[in-house]
Structures are given as C-alpha cells and as structure tokens.
T-cell receptor, first 113, second 114 residues
Framework: QKEVEQDPGPLSVPEGAIVSLNCTYS??????FMWYRQYSRKGPELLMY????GNKEDGRFTAQVDKSSKYISLFIRDSQPSDSATYLC?????????????FGPGTRLSVLP | GAGVSQSPRYKVAKRGQDVALRCDPI?????LFWYQQALGQGPEFLTY????????KSGLPSDRFFAERPEGSVSTLKIQRTQQEDSAVYLC????????????FGDGTRLSIL
C-alpha cells in the first residue's frame, strides 16, 4: 500500500459542476496537507495548503482535512474548463525540506464546456 | 523570466549514455529541490540544496545520480550510464526560505532513454 492514495481518474464533469477530489494516507505524522494543480507539460503549482485538521477556503476552492480518518479533500465550485488539469495532493510531517513531501499520483480532471 | 527555468525541455538518450539536466532557480532563492515524476505518478523527492550545500540526497535512486549546485544558484542533475527506468520528467523547484511549502516548480525536463 502506498503512503498516499488518490483516485487517478480521469474525472469528467460539465462546466459549473462541483468537483470533489480526495486523498487518503497512512502516515499519522503528516501535519501539512497541500493541493497542487499541474497542467499538461507544466510543473505543479500550489493551490493551497492546510495545517492539521479543518477547512480552508480560497475563492472557488475549499480544502478539508480529517486527520482522524486520514482523509483530505479538495472541492472546486463552479468548475471552469480552465480547471482541467491534474490535481496532486501532497503531505508533509514538517515544513522544512522536500524529503518529507509525499505526493499522491494525481487525479486528472476534465471540465467540459 | 521570473520563474524556475529548466533545460533542456526534452532529452533523448541511448541506454548507457550520460546526461546532464540544468536548473536555473528564481534569483535569490536559497533552497533548491529536485524531483522525479514518472508517467502517471506524482513527483518523488530526489535531493535538496540549501545554497551550495546538499543537505539531503536520500531520494537519489542510485549512485548513478549526482547533483551539484557549486555557487548556490544554478544546479545540475547528472545521470550516468542511463537505463530505461530513468525515463521520467525531472522537476526542479526553488524556495526563498527553507520551507518546501513555498517552492516554485519549473516545467521539467522530459527524459527518454531508448
């Protein structure tokens, strides 16, 4: 079993739909939870991160962390064709270095106009 | 440009050849990270530099992989005697501080070993 699991998709939704992307993990030491968006042939870009449990909202994006279930989610409201990309979750036990960063395999999302 | 720049964007090499991949971080960024991203997978950590010091190389998969950042800016990832399993996208990221939370990624070098 991998340390971070993520449904690879692909996931196709119509424009305007609410999208739910999820990751599960096994390492209870993880404290920082990140969501990255990666367009084709581009590097990942950080969308948002949360520390420990709880919710965080940024525009159309909401991140949720449930440490008791070792489950995190990213919700995208009013999805747009420009949201079509691969979404990667990443987790870290600390905020230093990159070694502690463990990425999920990514979920490919297509938002159809 | 203001972002992380990687070159070449694409590299094709025959098995057994040596390759060198370059990363130009954002000017003034202290931290530099290298990742390997296989097709359909998330990035996997290879190594970390703070200025010119390589503080963590625990993710390098074998002694055929070598990275350097001699002057604390540009970094080179070298792979010797390449093998087919080395085919992947190699991503570089830099950060102004010591935290990976604020790292900015380049667009990667896509390496194909024939």
């Amino acid at each position: 079993q991998k340390e971070v699991e993520q449904d690879p998709g692909p996931l196709s939704v119509p424009e305007g739909a609410i999208v739910s992307l999820n990751c599960t993990y096994s390492n209870s030491a993880f404290q920082y939870f990140m969501w990255y968006r990666q367009y084709s042939r581009k590097g990942p870009e950080l969308l948002m991160y949360t520390y420990s449990s709880g919710n965080k909202e940024d525009g159309r994006f909401t991140a949720q962390v449930d440490k008791s279930s070792k489950y995190i989610s990213l919700f995208i409201r009013d999805s747009q064709p420009s949201d079509s990309a691969t979404y990667l979750c990443a987790m870290s036990a600390g905020d230093n270095y990159g070694q502690n960063f463990v990425f999920g395999p990514g979920t490919r999302l297509s938002v159809l106009p | 440009g203001a972002g992380v720049s990687q070159s070449p964007r694409y590299k094709v090499a025959k098995r057994g050849q040596d390759v060198a991949l370059r990363c130009d971080p954002i000017s003034g960024h202290v931290s530099l990270f290298w990742y390997q991203q296989a097709l359909g997978q998330g990035p996997e950590f290879l190594t970390y530099f703070q200025n010119e010091a390589q503080l963590d190389k625990s993710g390098l998969p074998s002694d055929r992989f070598f990275a350097e950042r001699p002057e604390g800016s540009v970094s080179t990832l070298k792979i010797q005697r390449t093998q087919q399993e080395d085919s992947a996208v190699y991503l570089c990221a830099s950060s102004s501080g010591h935290s990976g939370l604020t790292q900015h990624f380049g667009d990667g070098t896509r390496l194909s070993i024939l």
